[in-house]
């Protein structure tokens, strides 16, 4: 089966304004973020979607109900942003002189979070989820062709965390992309091609393809 795939980042925070690690805070989007949301929402920016699937943070559900209202999203638990552990609710000016903060900084990131996820658990984690997912995009495709309604590429849309994004299309991408390559700001995000046998997808062998930015007509991050 194949899929079209949009990855969209949670419109912005509070916490993201401020520069803050943000993962298990469960925030909702600030005023700022929404209206940008609005803004593009109201230009066409954002593709339309047979399914929406969410992490279950508020800011992912927030964000899911102005880009696709009416349309009842499928929450995905395995998306949930990673724990930051000693650094939740900290921005970098914060944590300058803390030992651990400089010892995750010299390792580019690979060090576990001190007391919250290593980067590998919580890749495990996002992956387990869009697995997960692609069954239910299995699902749907059969239900459309026993409607006969003819067949078509579904569309299915995750509104989730940046993390998310990096950690799936690092893991299941096809262009060789390392996980900080794929970083993308507060409401955008990468579009792709999603596919694989039902074995293939039974195994977690997922592969991402033609993965291209989400192209907005204006910066407004």
């Known amino acids: 089966m194949s899929w079209r795939l949009f990855l969209i980042r949670h419109g912005m925070t509070e916490g993201n304004r401020e520069k803050r690690y943000i993962g298990k805070t469960d925030e909702g989007l600030c005023d700022e ?4 949301l609005e803004r593009r929402k109201a230009a066409g920016e954002y593709p339309e979607a047979d ?3 969410v992490s279950p943070m508020r800011r992912c559900l927030e964000t899911a109900e102005v880009l696709y209202p009416g349309q009842e999203p499928v929450v995905i638990e395995e998306f949930r942003e990673c724990d930051f552990g000693l650094f939740e609710g900290k921005n970098y000016r914060e944590l300058t002189g803390n030992v651990h903060y400089q010892a995750w900084i010299d ?3 690979t060090l576990p979070f001190p007391e919250g996820e290593s980067r590998g658990a919580f890749q495990d ?4 989820g869009l697995v997960r997912m692609a069954g239910i995009c299995a699902e749907w495709e059969r ?3 026993k ?3 003819g067949r078509r590429e579904l569309r ?3 509104v989730v965390h940046g993390g998310t994004i990096m950690a799936l299309l690092e893991r299941f991408g096809t262009e060789g992309g390392d996980y900080y390559s794929y970083q993308c700001g507060s409401g955008q995000g990468y579009r792709c091609a999603a596919g694989g046998s039902p074995e293939e997808i039974g195994k977690g062998e997922i592969e991402l393809s033609c993965i291209q930015p989400l192209v907005f007509s204006q910066d407004l991050s």
Request: glycine share 18%; aromatic share 4%; hydrophobic share 35%.
């Open 107 to 109: 390792s580019g990131g």
């Open 143 to 145: 239900a459309e062709e």
């Open 125 to 128: 984690r996002c992956c387990a």
């Open 156 to 158: 299915a849309a995750c």
């Open 147 to 149: 409607k006969g309604t």
């Open 33 to 36: 973020g929404r209206r940008m």
């Open 51 to 53: 399914l929406v699937f």
